[in-house]
């Protein structure tokens, strides 16, 4: 496998930071995307943060937190945000204004870069036809995809606020016919093998306690020739030399776990470790993390307003506890300890 670093002028905006990674012909599939992958190297191990455990009950709790988390927080984010609850992408010189069009505009451009960088194709023969949106939020990205490319999307979330909102969504701008949301797990989706040709996870991975089951299930339900995006956020690539990150950044860390039901963090390196092991192709990954440095100072002006804290106060203690924590996502992504990454890689044919 060779590497290569540069630029990719995939768009006018041409992010930096890009890594395409050619791949070795794919050995043949003897495998079950079920299967537990080997232990990767050390400078690819997760970080575990907030207990983090394989233990069924701890999940159970895990996942009914996350699911209580977005039912209390989605209103007051589409109340104040609108219904894509994900950062945006700036331009790193851009001044940003503040106003909430702006902010709106940015988190229609991260799509509009993500669907960019990965090649999804607008052709009328090679466009998507039925996609998944794993850990789907208010729906936003799966109505976009609907709307352009014209392909049926499920959506899928734990929290059941978020699912009926969602489809409320999809009826009032006419697209009940291409864009429905259902209550699923993402390590259990409840889908067929190779079900979709375009596989979508925006800012969801975080919250999965068992990263190679989550990247398996989005491999397992994606066809052949089918493409996968995925946007998270991610600790920094350990070094050659390092175990585990610094004592203070594993503090880091464990607050913002704490905040927003995140079990354990990766690397990017570590995500392309598990993509390598399912034999997937086209892998591309890329750190935008200078490209959405203006959305969490956004976000916490909006909390500050007296709309933002007036709704704040009613959103209940989960909701104040993540905002309480937003100034160290900031200072993660300042210090280079956060990194908002782009995966992508296509299932072989």
Same mark, same amino acid.
């Given at each position: ?29 003897l495998h079950k995307y079920r299967t537990c992958l080997a232990p990767p190297p ?220 995140? =079990?354990?963090?990766?690397?990017? *390196?570590?995500?392309?470790?598990? &993509?390598? /092991? $399912?034999?997937?192709?086209?892998? @591309? %990954? ?10 969490? =100072?956004?976000?916490?002006?909006? *909390?500050?307003?007296?709309?933002? &804290?007036? /709704? $704040?106060?009613?959103?209940?203690? @989960? %909701? ?30």
């Amino acid at each position: 496998m060779s590497v290569t670093t540069g630029m990719l002028p995939y768009s006018t905006s041409q992010p930096q930071g890009f890594h395409s990674i050619r791949m070795r012909k794919p050995i043949s599939y003897l495998h079950k995307y079920r299967t537990c992958l080997a232990p990767p190297p050390s400078r690819f191990r997760m970080t575990r943060c907030a207990a983090a455990t394989t233990d069924v009950t701890d999940t159970r709790e895990l996942k009914q937190g996350i699911a209580e988390l977005y039912d209390q927080s989605s209103g007051l984010w589409e109340d104040i945000w609108g219904d894509h609850m994900h950062h945006g992408f700036y331009d790193p010189d851009e001044i940003v204004s503040g106003t909430d069009s702006d902010h709106r505009a940015a988190q229609i451009r991260m799509i509009q870069e993500a669907l960019s960088f990965a090649g999804v194709s607008e052709d009328q023969g090679k466009r998507p036809k039925n996609a998944v949106d794993v850990g789907c939020g208010l729906g936003g990205s799966s109505r976009y995809i609907a709307r352009k490319y014209g392909a049926k999307c499920i959506g899928i979330t734990l929290s059941p606020i978020q699912a009926q909102r969602a489809n409320a969504l999809a009826v009032a701008e006419g697209l009940a016919d291409k864009a429905s949301f259902q209550v699923a797990d993402a390590l259990e989706q409840p889908f067929s093998d190779g079900q979709f040709d375009l596989v979508w996870s925006m800012e969801s991975g975080e919250h999965m306690p068992d990263k190679r089951k989550f990247v398996g299930e989005l491999a397992r339900v994606a066809a052949p020739g089918a493409t996968i995006v995925i946007l998270t956020w991610c600790h920094r690539v350990l070094g050659p030399s390092e175990e585990s990150l610094q004592p203070r950044e594993l503090k880091h860390l464990k607050k913002i776990c704490d905040a927003y039901y995140l =079990p354990e963090w990766c690397s990017t *390196a570590y995500y392309v470790n598990l &993509l390598e /092991s $399912l034999s997937l192709q086209d892998i @591309k %990954t890329a750190d935008w993390s200078q490209y959405v440095a203006p959305f969490w =100072p956004a976000v916490i002006r909006s *909390a500050l307003t007296w709309k933002g &804290l007036s /709704s $704040l106060l009613r959103s209940g203690m @989960k %909701t104040i506890r993540g905002a309480l924590v937003m100034p160290l996502m900031i200072e993660g992504y300042k210090k280079g300890l956060i990194k908002y990454a782009v995966i992508t890689c296509r299932k072989p044919e």
